[in-house]
């Protein structure tokens, strides 16, 4: 049997949202779109605000040698779309965050990004506390170890890590 390794990547696009306008699909003769309907936006422009994301609760890891700005860190994964459809909510899975879109103009714009937040798991300060434990053997047999172990409880927080928003039925949204 042959198995095939799957080269680690080496090349980390920057991550993306396209807007695509399908008013055409609800003509009398339905078209697709072409790729003047299509906008695309970054999160390039985001790039200067990595330290600040950072300490909103936003993920950043990114791949040492390949992934260099802040735009190529975030992935977005779902979208969920206001009922007036003027702005999206973008989710950031392996971020742990939340990215607005504002696609009420002809230009749409992330305006902003913020955490999903934080799980307090336990509240209170660390404790630790030692325990000794003999074992017990049949009679006969060696004396027993002496075991000793310390148990501690350290507050423990962990990311939420979106995975889908809430889907929009809609087909179109006009402008």
């Known amino acids: 049997m042959r198995v095939s390794r799957i080269p680690p990547y080496s090349i980390d696009p920057v991550g993306s949202i396209s807007v695509i306008d399908t008013a055409a699909y609800l003509l009398a003769t339905p078209a697709a779109p072409s790729q003047a309907n ?7 422009a985001w790039n200067n605000r990595k330290a600040e994301l950072s300490n909103r609760g936003i993920r950043i890891t990114g791949k040492a040698g390949v992934t260099t700005t802040l735009a190529q860190d975030i992935e977005p994964e779902a979208i969920a779309i206001t009922a007036d459809g003027k702005t999206a909510y973008i989710s950031l899975q392996e971020n742990n965050g939340i ?3 504002d696609i009420s103009t002809a230009t749409p714009a992330i305006t ?10 336990d509240r209170g300060t660390a404790s630790a506390k030692n325990y000794s434990y003999t074992l017990s053997y049949a009679a006969g047999e060696r004396k027993p170890p002496q075991l000793a172990f310390r148990l501690a409880a350290f507050p423990a927080c962990s990311l939420l890590a979106p995975k889908r928003s809430a889907p929009q039925h809609s087909t179109s949204i006009t402008r």
Request: aromatic share 16%; no cysteine.
């Open 38 to 44: 299509v906008q695309t936006i970054d999160f390039s």
């Open 99 to 101: 990215a607005v879109l």
């Open 112 to 121: 902003s990004i913020f955490s999903a937040g934080i799980q307090d798991w």
